[in-house]
């Protein structure tokens, strides 16, 4: 196999850019038809939300689905062999019922609940999203090929492969004509990566799919109809009028938006601001198109294809919103994203992966351009992404006549859930875990250039408050003249009453003289386990405290007197919290309470739904009470180690859980258990609680690192 291209990762960052650009370019006015948009909005040429009143960066399906399913290549091996079944078992996995990554449309009407609720039920891909067992109309909506760029991402000049990745993941949901899209898109995603020439690329795509299938032939109408048009508005027209909405049953059918997505490509994929000009100018489902052709044209062109037209990449700053049940990377940005996708990439072509920026700082800025949601305020500053005087890249967060103390320049970037969500609407919730807790060390290094100063130059985060406002906590600060660089380091104190820390940066003033030039933040980031308890704050009805867990269960109580209490009125059910960087760590549940049902405890290193270890008080085959660790993989419940231990309801009890290597022990009252898992573990991931069609409380609990 020849080895990937030099600037691979680049040209995954492109694409990844490229899909985020064109969802949230198209999001605001989703479903629109070309004549209200061109009455209400005009030729759409750059972003419109501000327009509409909506935030730019939302979390949306298109997204969502694209950056959590491509995952299951982490779940289930990283082969080009991955089956629909597999992709099925990630969506358990990460997509939390009614709460995360799709439209909960109901059986029959929105083509990806009904396929959730055919796995729920153990009706396993592809039979879940099969014309017979869902029909036609179901089966053939969009949702295939919305979901598809990353298996493209990972399958670089290898359309084959990218091509029968896509097809087992849309076959989890969808079948006939809306797969046939997915696996075409999918592989002239793949063959972007070595050609920019748009009639090879559709070429390439029909190779995959049959001649003779409905999406085949449209695709030669809509080439035939624009060499004949020349004019990509009258081409439009002609596909309103042939395969427009009303041609075809169902909420959003893949037809007319694959039909508009060939025209826009032949007409615009020269150039991506023409491309998005085009694709969201027409109308119809836009976020959804938007963001397949945007992905398929920036990775032709690369970065460079942002340049030289409207400013896409400073409103965007990286940002992104993965909302799934692994709420540590819900609150993400491009590179990050980017990178993930890269090493899975170079997995599959047999190359070693990518060495971890800067050592392994979350914020790196290491690629081209990227500021990972790094944003300034006041109008005195601007940050950029750069190369100081020495050629090493950073944040430039460029200052003009900063002077005194009073009022310093941020440079923050987002940790957990921003206030604006909540003018997101209802459709698709933002699900989410903090990036970074007290008792986490947090490090930066920074420099100086310019003239006059010294700046002082503080570590900064902002936490929600009893009221769901934002306060500032400062730290570690440092003063440096021009032309002098300094690391720091501050251990967050657990003094934030359980609040999630929203932000996180630098706040720079001056002491003396004013300053002019840029302050380098060359990296930023944070390491070790937390230290801190989670107790619900003394005002019951936080709204962000509450947020920052991740639930699947049917309800977390907000006015009760523990701060936890779960209910799950049938199956499994659970909240977590944290992210997959906690590796070895004490878990600590103070007044555990059984308050109904036979199945409930502790979870430690959850990795979604249905991946994590349990140390669960429940009963035996013979209805034995018992303290066991379980292994949970997927639909699987393994018992790694049980004893007799006798609980009972409404009974309480003190749970220490500790898991190190491949370990865990946990304590419970007098009683002590431990378990080891050879085959596979887990090695980090998050805490919480689940249960089992009952409930259960708990006062508070309590991370910390294991000690020596």
């Known amino acids: 196999m020849a080895p990937l291209q030099a600037d691979y990762l680049e040209r995954v960052y492109a694409g990844v850019l490229g ?11 989703e479903g629109w038809t070309h004549q209200r948009i061109l009455a209400e909005l005009g030729p759409v040429k750059h972003y419109v939300h501000e327009r509409l009143g909506l935030p730019l960066v939302v979390t949306d399906d298109d997204l969502s689905g694209t950056f959590a399913f491509v995952r299951a290549l982490e779940e289930h091996g990283v082969s080009p062999d991955l089956t629909a079944e597999d992709v099925g078992r990630t969506w358990l996995n990460n997509v939390v019922e009614r709460r995360s990554v ?10 990806e609940h009904t396929a959730w609720l055919n796995l729920s039920e153990g009706v396993w891909a592809p039979r879940s999203g099969s014309i017979a067992q869902n029909g036609r109309t179901v089966a053939e909506q969009i949702g295939a090929q919305i979901f598809i760029d990353g298996w493209a991402l990972v399958a670089p000049g290898r359309p ?9 993941a849309g076959s989890v949901s969808h079948d006939g004509e809306s797969v046939y899209a997915a696996v075409l898109w999918a592989a002239m995603e793949a063959e972007a990566f070595v050609s920019k020439n748009v009639d090879h690329l559709l070429d390439t795509g029909l190779q995959y799919i049959p001649a003779e299938s409905d999406i085949a032939r449209m695709i030669g109408q809509v080439r035939a109809w624009c060499k004949e048009d020349g004019e990509w508005a009258k081409t439009r027209q002609r596909i309103e009028d042939t395969h427009g909405y009303d041609k075809y049953h169902g909420v959003c059918h893949v037809m007319p938006n694959h039909a508009i997505m060939v025209m826009a490509l032949i007409y615009g994929g020269h150039s991506f601001h023409e491309a998005m000009h085009i694709i969201n100018t027409c109308g119809w489902d836009t976020d959804c198109n938007s963001g397949n052709i945007g992905c398929l044209v920036a990775i032709m062109h690369g970065l460079s294809t942002f340049e030289g037209g409207p400013d896409w990449r400073g409103p965007l700053a990286d940002r992104a919103l993965i909302s799934s049940a692994d709420g540590g990377y819900s609150i993400n940005d491009a590179a990050r994203i980017a990178i993930d996708v890269a090493n899975l990439g170079y997995q599959l072509a047999g190359e070693p992966p990518l060495k971890a920026p800067k050592d392994g700082a979350q914020f790196h800025f290491s690629l081209p351009g990227s500021v990972q ?21 950073g944040l430039a967060i460029r200052i003009q006549g900063l002077t005194g103390s009073s009022n310093p320049v941020e440079a923050l970037t987002q940790t957990f859930s921003p206030r604006e969500v909540e003018r997101m609407g209802p459709t698709y919730p933002l699900m989410c875990s903090p990036l970074v807790y007290p008792g986490q060390k947090v490090f930066a290094n920074v420099k100086t250039e310019g003239k006059g100063g010294p700046v002082k130059v503080q570590l900064r985060l902002k936490h929600y408050s009893e009221n769901d406002e934002l306060m500032s906590h400062d730290g570690t600060s440092v003063e440096l003249v021009p032309g002098t660089a300094q690391r720091m380091e501050w251990t967050i104190p657990d003094t934030l009453d359980s609040q999630p820390i929203q932000q996180l940066g630098l706040a720079v003033s001056t002491t003396g003289d004013p300053f002019e030039g840029t302050v380098w933040l060359e ?22 405290w509450h947020d920052a867990w991740v639930t699947s269960v049917d309800d977390f109580h907000m006015r009760m007197i523990p701060s936890f209490h779960i209910v799950k009125n049938s199956g499994e059910g659970q909240i977590s919290i944290g992210t997959r960087e906690w590796a070895d760590y004490k878990f600590t549940v103070h007044k555990l309470k059984v308050t109904f049902g036979n199945w409930a405890g502790a979870i430690v290193r959850t990795r979604g739904l249905h991946r994590y270890y349990g140390v669960i008080l429940s009963k035996d085959a013979k209805g034995n009470s018992c303290l066991s660790v379980v292994k949970a993989r997927d639909e699987h419940r393994r018992v790694l180690a049980s004893i007799p231990f006798d609980w009972g309801i409404d009974a309480e009890y003190e749970m220490a859980v500790a898991v190190q290597g491949n370990k865990i022990r946990a304590e419970v009252g007098s009683a002590s258990i431990e378990a080891s898992d050879k085959d596979g573990p887990y090695l980090s991931g998050g805490m919480g609680l689940v249960v089992q069609t009952g409930s259960l409380s708990a006062d508070s609990l309590e991370v910390s690192p294991i000690e020596i």
């Open 19 to 29: 899909k985020l650009i064109g969802v949230y370019v198209g999001r605001p006015f």
């Open 102 to 111: 799709f439209w909960w449309g109901g059986r029959g009407v929105s083509t």
């Open 160 to 168: 084959e492969l990218a091509a029968k990745l896509a097809k087992a």
């Open 373 to 393: 949601g790094f944003q300034s305020t006041g109008s005195s500053a601007k940050v950029e992404q750069g190369s100081d005087d020495q050629g090493t890249s």
């Open 523 to 544: 990296s930023l980031g944070w390491s070790g386990i937390p230290r801190t308890v989670f107790r619900r704050p003394a005002a019951k009805e936080c709204k962000y």
